[in-house]
Nanobody
């Protein structure tokens, strides 16, 4: 079955960097677009970034453009989110998402806390 496992979260100071990873299994990874979302306490889950299969076209939320980079390594069934210049408002639980055969799958998430 489809499985997504995020890792790499943690506590970081403002201005710092983190790299999140999402290890996928159970589907032909290179054929599907992959996305990152985040959810802060008391707020709705929001789109962060996506990367297309094949041509690797990326999209970003305005709030993270120029600071975050999404990339994928199809050979290892992994999608990454490189986060630089982190701000306190980036604090949230970050989720990997795949839309496989018309169904959305989510990982369990990884917590990112930006605080001094």
């Amino acid at each position: 079955q489809v499985r997504l496992v995020e890792s790499g979260g943690g506590l970081v100071q403002p201005g710092g960097s983190l790299r999140l990873s999402c290890a996928a299994s159970g589907f032909f990874f290179s054929s599907y677009d992959m996305s990152w979302y985040r959810q802060a306490p008391g707020k709705e889950r929001e789109f962060v970034a996506s990367i297309a299969s094949g041509d690797g076209v990326t999209k970003y939320a305005d709030s993270v453009k120029g600071r975050f980079t999404i990339f994928r390594v199809d050979a290892s069934y992994t999608v990454y989110l490189q986060m630089n210049a982190l701000k306190p408002e980036d604090t949230a639980r970050y989720f990997c998402q795949a839309n496989v055969m018309g169904r959305r799958y989510w990982g369990q998430g990884t917590q990112v806390t930006v605080s001094s």
